[in-house]
């Protein structure tokens, strides 16, 4: 069966060419555990950040070796737990860029097809969509009347925190994204009030335009000068979750950014790690599901098809080229 490793160390973002196909052994089904066909494989900024750096406890893959790290959505093969049989499908976070894999009991939850189409467990019933509504529902607490702000807003983190701030009652949702492109997506497809381009000259005050009194919370996934200014223009007392700084992940520097404003506007800020909310992913999908089942919250993939094919799709995520959820169909 094919797996993909990479070719050599890696001390900067991944581009295509640093991963190759090798050929493994099919992997035997585990006591209690099950052997999964993989469906679809999870492309995510955090696994370009662990090739080279590592990503919190979990070190860089050995080259030539170790397979690339990888949420999935898989078909049970082989089953000798008791959560599920042959043919049920689930979803792991301990999978990679491989054609099957072998998990123990505790690496896999079932999942409902019927509830949504398989790959958007990997988005935006995935762990995308678990950070939107962890940062939205646990740590903002959204609730009626806010003025909301997300970057990155294409993407499956801010485009879904965006919806759900909706659904939450925010009485404006403010997207910041590159290009006129990803700007029509967030506008005319997730449906926020308005999508700055960050690209055009006029960004900053667009978005003054479309939140005159400020913004009351503010969902960072950049950093960079897109955090400093959404600092500048939070409302007294506003709420701020910093989720990511995909500005920053492959600079040497440590992020670096204005914290003055948040003595200024007494701002609460949440660091996120998703992680912390691994216990509630029940919860979560029991909200979410209904709401993508009945078109409030929509989502879009840029989805690619084949495991050779996977690293082009990690290059272009490293440049911010994705519109969309990174996904790969095997
Ligand atoms: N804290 C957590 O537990 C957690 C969990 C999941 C994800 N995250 C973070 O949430 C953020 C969004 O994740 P996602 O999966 O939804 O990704 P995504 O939005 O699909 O992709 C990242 C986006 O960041 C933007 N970006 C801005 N400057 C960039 C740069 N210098 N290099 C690359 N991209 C740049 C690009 O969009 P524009 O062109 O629109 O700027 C790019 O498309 C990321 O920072 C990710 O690391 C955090």
Redesign the pocket.
């Known amino acids: 069966m094919k797996q993909v490793v990479l070719k050599h160390k890696l001390d900067a973002a991944p581009k295509a060419s640093d991963f190759m196909i090798m050929n493994a052994d099919m992997p035997d089904c585990p006591d209690g555990g099950v052997l999964v066909k993989v469906k679809f494989v999870s492309i995510?900024?955090?696994v370009g950040h662990q090739l080279s750096k590592g990503h919190m406890a979990s070190p860089p893959p050995k080259p030539k070796t170790d397979v690339i790290p990888g949420g999935i959505v898989g078909e049970v093969v082989e089953s000798q737990s008791k959560k599920v049989k042959k043919g049920d499908f689930i979803h792991s976070m301990d999978g990679g860029w491989v054609e099957y894999l072998a998990l123990h009991e505790d690496q896999f939850m079932k999942i409902d097809p019927r509830a949504a189409p398989l790959s958007a467990y990997v988005g935006v019933l995935g762990?995308?969509g678990l950070?939107a509504w962890s940062g939205v529902t646990q740590l903002a607490r959204v609730r009626e009347g806010d003025v909301f702000a997300v970057?990155?807003?294409?993407?499956?983190?801010?485009g879904t925190a965006g919806q759900i701030a909706r659904m939450k009652g925010a009485r404006t949702v403010i997207g910041i994204?590159?290009?006129a492109t990803?700007c029509q997506l967030v506008e005319e497809t997730y449906g926020f009030d308005r999508c700055v381009d960050?690209k055009s000259d006029s960004w900053q005050a667009d978005y003054k335009a479309a939140a005159p009194d400020g913004v009351s919370v503010h969902y960072e996934?950049?950093g960079s000068d897109q955090l400093s200014f959404a600092m500048q223009n939070l409302q007294l007392y506003g709420r701020v979750v910093l989720?990511?700084?995909?500005?920053h992940y492959h600079e040497s520097d440590p992020a670096m950014t204005m914290i003055g404003p948040i003595v200024g506007k007494r701002a609460v800020v949440s660091g996120?790690?998703?992680?912390d909310f691994y216990s509630r992913w029940e919860e979560f999908r029991s909200e979410m599901a209904p709401w993508v089942k009945s078109g409030d919250i929509k989502f879009v993939e840029d989805r690619i098809s084949g495991l050779e094919n996977a690293g082009t799709l990690m290059e272009k995520?490293?440049?911010?080229r994705?519109v969309g959820?990174?996904v790969v169909a095997l």
């Open positions: 995510d900024p955090y762990m995308p950070t970057n990155a807003a294409a993407g499956p983190v801010g994204a590159g290009g990803k960050y996934n950049v989720c990511g700084l995909a500005a996120l790690v998703v992680y995520l490293m440049n911010g994705n959820k990174c």
